[in-house]
């Protein structure tokens, strides 16, 4: 039950697009389409922002997308806002237990 | 509206036990896999521990199994987590997570109960 790889930091000005990846293995990102994407803003609760690696729930606006290559999952940030700026985590399905990423910091400059 | 309250943390010497309670409401509850996810302070998110919606299928992460039980009362719509042989590192917010049917990720987070192991 590894934790998934993350960059620790990722920055970009507003407007700009950044890439968050998250590299795992074949026993988790790669054996299963189950990759999930949360935003955590500080003292706050996760919310889903991505789900089965591409799908946005209700209410996630279209900056925010998500692929999948191999063990390694990526989220997409375009047209970076203020309010993106936040710690955001990946997570994956591995068959009888879920794990998390590291989280990635976002600094919008 | 969708609702998650957890209950039951505090300070607790290491070696001691816990009992956290998660309320649900705004769904119905009985029909909704659950899960447990901790933070500890300034780090990462861990998944804790996973159950079905009867209760029959349970999974806990390695670092927690043989210490920590979960189990759910349907008509109460409560999810409980009983935390035994507490160590340092289980000081963390522990949050409940509602399991989204079939496409296992988690829609609906608690605010979440802080535990503290200290002496």
């Known amino acids: 039950q590894s934790a998934l790889t993350q960059p620790r930091s990722v920055s970009g000005s507003p407007g700009q697009s950044v890439t968050i990846s998250c590299a795992g293995t074949s026993s988790d990102v790669g054996g299963y389409n189950y990759v999930s994407w949360y935003q955590q803003h500080p003292g706050r609760a996760p919310k889903v922002m991505i789900y089965?690696?591409?799908k946005r729930p209700s209410g996630v606006p279209d900056r925010f997308s998500g692929s999948k290559s191999g063990n390694t999952a990526s989220l997409a940030i375009s047209g970076l806002q203020a309010d993106d700026e936040a710690d955001y985590y990946c997570c994956s399905y591995a068959g009888t237990y879920w794990v998390f990423g590291g989280g990635t910091k976002l600094t919008v400059l | 509206e969708v609702q998650l309250v957890e209950s039951g943390g505090g300070l607790e010497q290491p070696g001691g036990s816990l009992r956290l309670s998660c309320t649900a409401s705004g769904f119905t509850f009985s029909s909704y896999e659950m899960n447990w996810v901790r933070q500890a302070p300034g780090k990462g998110l861990e998944w804790v521990s996973y159950?079905?919606?009867?209760?029959?299928?349970?999974f806990y992460a390695d670092s927690v199994k043989g210490r920590f039980t979960v189990s759910r009362d349907n008509a109460k719509s409560s999810l409980y987590l009983q935390v035994n042989s507490l160590r340092a590192e289980d000081t963390a917010i522990y949050y409940c997570?509602?399991?989204?049917?079939?496409?296992?990720?988690?829609?609906?987070w608690g605010q979440g109960t802080l535990v503290t192991v200290s002496s």
């Open positions: 159950i079905s919606t009867s209760g029959t299928t349970i």
């Open positions: 997570a509602r399991g989204f049917p079939y496409d296992l990720y988690f829609d609906y």
């Open positions: 089965d690696v591409t």
